[in-house]
């Protein structure tokens, strides 16, 4: 059998995902499984890395026998994962020397303060596109480096590895053959400079990171070498890399200047495709890269919020007011009208456009007769609230935007797409697609097999599920909203 398949892997914050996609780009097979959340300390997160690749090789042999294809029938791999989490590991033994420090660990949030203090920012700012905030890997790096014993003796030694999650997995699906991390996350990590492309050697010695430690900078879709034999039963080569919400844009088929995702899983990412131009935000937005083919970067604006699906993860494990985050919908629909309860979920501080680490979330406006359906809409609301804060953002910025296509585990949800749509007074879209993540990972890969002639052929697949138009009248959306920026006001750690 010809070789006309692709395998997707989407090793995201809390499941790891295989998915078999035909020509068509249709999936065909899923697999999928939780990953186990660590919490050391208040406010640190990790993975194990030896249970992320455990998965990985898990789910993609599952995906594959669920498809009854052997590996013969896959034309490549595509690799997409959550962003900035940090890898580090022994270059012979393959072994990490610490747990994965996930996204949304704020452990060097001193750090951050301390390089904010000696103004810093706008260097890192003007070179990498990001602010300086414990998001990003760099900071994180820095942390393994100086807490685990040896490590950077080591490092400099050039005997240990850096990688964000699709660069270990590369490393290891090819059997250490290949130390390399796609420009999507490369730009994520505080280290890169998206403007000259390369690492940026006075960052590096900013942050006091020994350059041996880095991985080649390649593009989203090239041949990235195969994986070893014994994995899935014959080599497979990997052909497309990228940062989970850089390929949703590309599964979203944002391809043209003006298009805007957003996709709501843990968190809520809004990209804004830019074109060629790296656009500077005046309002605290980032400037990242949406993909790069061919050594020709497409940047993006994007809009990061730690807390969507997590809020109403917390509803379900912390205050167990539901049962199944699905159950939100109806507890949420049961709210008394004009209730004006608010919640800021800045359990790890507030991402974009406020970068506060400090912050910490919020309930206002609690009354005696505030009960779980209040607060379980109140919960869904500061999702769209905040997707205004990014949308606000991005208009301030110069941009037109006519539609949001929207993705992720959270869109399902009806009445919350239709809200957000009221919130946003923008049109939803919501594709027949919402795996967009994985899809946007098999186009790269398709793209290098040329199971797909361009992008632009790619694009063409995109299919409306279903939009939502705004129906809310202006004045009642506003005073909401101002509702929302007075609540947020409450929770700043600056005032
Ligand atoms: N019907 C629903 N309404 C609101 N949130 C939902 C609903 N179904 C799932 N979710 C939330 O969506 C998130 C899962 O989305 P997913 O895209 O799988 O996340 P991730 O890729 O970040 O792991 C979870 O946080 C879950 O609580
Ligand atoms: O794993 P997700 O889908 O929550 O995405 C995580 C982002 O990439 C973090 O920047």
Redesign the pocket.
Known sequence: MPARHILAI?Q????T?AIVFDAAARAVATSQRE?PQIYPAPGWVEHDPEEIWRATVAVCRDALARAGLDAAAVAGIGITN?RETTIVWDRETGAAVHNAIVWQDRRTAERCAELKAAELEPEFRQRTGLVLDPYFSGTKLAWILDNVPGARARAEAGTLAFGTVESFLLWRLTGGRRHASDATNAARTLLYNINSQRWDLDLLRLLDIPHALLPEVVDCAGDFGATTADLLGAPIPVLGMAG?QQAATVGQACLKPGMVKS?????CFALLNTGATAVRSKHRLLTTIAYRLDGVATYALEGSIFV??????WL?DGLKLIN??????ALAGAARPGHGVFMVPAFVGLGAPYWDPDARGALLGLTRDTGPAEIAQAA?DS?CYQTRDLIEAMKADGAAIAALRV????V??GP?MQRLADTLGVAVERPTV?ET?ALGAALLAGLQAGLFPSLDSVAATWQLDRAFAPREDQAARDQRYAGWQAAVKRVRSAG
């Not at 996709?263 to 968190?267: A, I, V």
């Not at 969507?308 to 993860?313: K, M």
């Not at 199944?324 to 919908?329: G, L």
């Not at 993705?407 to 959270?410: A, F």
């Open positions: 989407d995201g914050t809390t499941s995902r990953l959550q989970d996709t709501y899983g843990t968190g969507a699906g997590a809020a109403v993860q379900r199944r985050s699905a159950d939100v919908e869904l999702v993705d992720g585990g959270m399902a949800n919350l919402t993540t």
